[in-house]
């Protein structure tokens, strides 16, 4: 529940506050239904000051809605529901456990190169999907940017979003975040996803630098360095990153759209070369640029098929020149003119074999003839690629849907192909998030991070009379066989008319145990074996929590909840309280409640007031004590010093105390009664 009250939203449970922005805010719920987190985004017309600005929050809140839920893609958050609740519209979506990308932009927090390619690559995927299906994110900045844990990037907040060729009402303000904006969408221009790679390209040089590329006072300054200035190269800034990382960011930002990366899977692909050394708009081998670089595979998870371009088949063969051809000739080519070729030689080489072998062994020398190639092992059958999986012990492994088991050690053999190919770890309540593997890369760890849920059907052993009453806080409205989910711990109530409920809590089944565990929990647990009676627990001052309480009559005896006890209601009883340490004994009459309820009912202890007892010792070197008449030792005691002051105060409670003075020896002094009913002076006399 947050500060406004707010405790639910349709079927989701509110949690707490996860933060506030200028549409509304953000909370932490809970789907009861699936026993699963999200994220509840709410837009409430009332907190907004004109009904100008609610209509256009309001209309940016359902765009955000039907934007982002048409999009299914891991690197772009997960739309679940929309809904709404009183004065309240709302989004359930993914809860993502991480940070957004703003926390890693300042100097002193920036990431490795490596990891911001890593980031690069996944939003340039998913930039690419959402503008494959006609969607312009157009508000890309670090605050938009989420990763998990995990290091999974998300792209959230589609409330800018607009599809390609919709009519959007022109207004004079700038739509997206000012230092993110590219030059044709300041100008008013039409806009395609270019202007989404350019925002990229500004998030990118700010994560490497910590500082962003048009820089600016004020807004009037940002905008025209991003209409004028070129950004100061990044390799100036940190000479530790790759060369061709200038060449990348370069073409991000270049001022007009055509000099610019068509498509978000261009990006990516570079960006993927610059991870494994290569250079930027190259493919296959490439020439290396860091050794640094290529010891860290590509673990980026982007889907299959995302880095293809449009029109081609990912599955199909790849045409590579042939060694030694030339380039922009093809295979063919070179194999008709060798043909021609070697024709020609025939036509040279008959008569020169007709006049002898010598004129043949000129032609030869002087390359009128072609050379043989060398004769050449035949190709060996390559040796299967392997990887190491790390999961947990027990958990099935899945490569691109399909189980498979890998051997000792958990390396699994990959199958032919470059890849990539996805690696998901699934076990009875939980399964890792889906990650890429390609061929060459050791290892890739799949921890179990999602929660899933196993609905199992049990039927609980109670006696005649008894059932459940709720199950986790929501109350059970039929009977008969429960379905609870074997992945969770659940708190059941269980009740019978006239009597006390008692709680059950039922653990999470292990992988191989079945609900006669959850049976066995319900069979060993005690219920009340008579009809409801009242459970009081009595309030005591502070400091008297360790003080001993007796309950006598009404029926009463102590429960087996530790400081309560069970009488009958409307009944009398005695009430006897003692604390040794605080000189304290009292007992008093209290009346049970008439009508017992569900909980524990907390009643005042009537203590009397507190006294104090002021003896005079008969010299300074006398030490004194005092205790509760029927405490065994002395609870309070002075100290034998030569200060002047001979008195010696002790504080409790009215009753009759035990008081003893001496000098040198405890033993030579008698324990005298002194009846203490108020504040009051003693003067010991020897």
Not at 659 to 666: F, G, K, Q
Request: proline residues 9%; contains cysteine; positive net charge.
């Amino acid at each position: 529940m947050d500060q406004h009250g707010l405790k639910q939203l349709g079927r989701y449970r509110i949690l707490r506050l996860l933060g506030r922005g200028a549409m509304g805010r953000v909370y932490l719920a809970q789907d009861p239904n699936i026993d699963r987190l999200v994220a509840i985004k709410t837009f409430c017309a009332e907190e907004f000051v004109s009904p100008s600005e609610a209509k256009e929050a309001h209309r940016r809140f359902q765009r955000e809605a039907r934007s982002a839920g048409s999009l299914v893609h891991p690197n772009i958050v997960i739309i679940y529901d929309v809904g709404e609740d009183g004065p309240y519209s709302f989004i359930a979506m993914e809860y993502i456990d991480g940070t957004n990308l703003a926390h890693f932009t300042r100097p002193d927090r920036l990431l490795a190169p490596h990891k911001v390619l890593k980031l690069g690559i996944q939003a340039a995927a998913a930039l690419h999907y959402a503008h494959e299906r006609g969607i312009l994110h157009r508000d890309i900045k670090p605050a938009n940017l989420m990763v998990s844990r995990e290091g999974v990037l998300k792209i959230t907040d589609f409330g800018l979003a607009k599809q390609f060729g919709a009519t959007v009402t022109r207004t004079k303000a700038l739509i997206g975040t000012p230092s993110y904006i590219a030059p044709e969408q300041i100008r008013g221009d039409e806009v395609d996803g270019r202007a989404d790679l350019f925002a990229l390209g500004v998030v990118l040089y700010e994560l490497l630098t910590g500082t962003r590329p048009f820089g600016g006072e004020s807004v009037s300054a940002v905008i025209y360095s991003i209409l004028n200035e070129q950004p100061e190269p990044v390799g100036r800034r940190r000479p530790d990153l790759p060369p061709g990382l200038d060449q990348v960011l370069g073409r991000l930002l270049a001022k007009a759209p055509g000099e610019r990366y068509p498509d978000g899977a261009e990006v990516a692909r570079d960006l993927e070369n610059l991870l494994l050394g290569r250079v930027p708009g190259g493919g296959g081998r490439g020439e290396r640029l860091t050794e640094t670089l290529v010891s860290n595979p590509v673990t980026a998870k982007l889907q299959p098929g995302d880095l293809v371009h449009p029109g081609t088949d990912p599955h199909g063969p790849i045409s590579l020149p042939v060694s030694g051809s030339t380039p922009g000739r093809s295979a063919d080519t070179e194999g008709r003119r060798g043909g021609r070729k070697w024709l020609m030689a025939l036509l040279v080489l008959l008569p020169l074999l007709a006049g002898g072998g010598g004129a043949a062994w000129y032609a030869f020398r002087e390359g009128w003839l072609p050379r043989l190639a060398p004769a050449t092992a035949p190709p060996t059958a390559p040796r299967p690629a392997t990887i190491v999986v790390r999961t947990r012990p027990g958990a099935e492994v899945h490569l691109d849907g399909r189980r498979v088991d890998p051997g000792p050690g958990g390396v699994l053999e990959l199958p032919p192909g470059p890849g990539p190919w996805v690696l998901q770890a699934r076990g009875p309540c939980a399964e890792s998030e889906p990650v890429q593997a390609w061929r060459g890369q050791p290892e890739v760890e799949l921890p179990l991070t999602r929660h899933l849920s196993r609905p199992v059907d049990v039927e609980l052993p109670l006696p005649p009379g008894w059932k459940v009453l709720s199950i986790d806080g929501m109350a059970l409205e039929k009977e008969g066989p429960l379905r609870l989910d074997a992945c969770r711990e659940h708190r059941l109530e269980l009740g019978r008319e006239g009597f006390r409920s008692v709680t059950v809590l039922l653990p999470p089944l292990g992988d191989e145990e079945k609900p006669a565990t959850w049976q066995a929990i319900v069979r060993a647990t005690p219920l009340p074996s008579g009809p409801l009676r009242a459970r009081v627990r009595f309030r005591l001052p502070e400091g008297l929590s360790r003080s001993r309480v007796r309950v006598q009559g009404a029926d009463c005896h102590e429960s087996e909840e530790p400081g309560t006890w069970d009488c009958a209601p409307g009944a009398e009883a005695q009430v006897t309280v003692s604390n040794c340490s605080r000189l304290l004994w009292a007992r008093f009459t209290v009346r049970m409640p008439e009508v017992p309820g569900a909980d524990v009912e907390e009643l005042e202890a009537k203590l009397p007031p507190r006294v104090t007892l002021t003896v005079f010792k008969p010299g300074p070197l006398y030490t004194c004590e005092a205790k509760l008449s029927g405490c065994a030792d002395g609870t309070a005691r002075s100290s034998g010093d030569r200060s002047v002051d001979l008195r010696w105060r002790v504080a409790g409670y009215p009753g009759t105390w035990k008081l003893r003075c001496w000098r040198l020896d405890p033993g030579e002094a008698d324990w005298r009664t002194v009846k203490v009913t108020r504040s009051m002076e003693y003067r010991w006399v020897q």
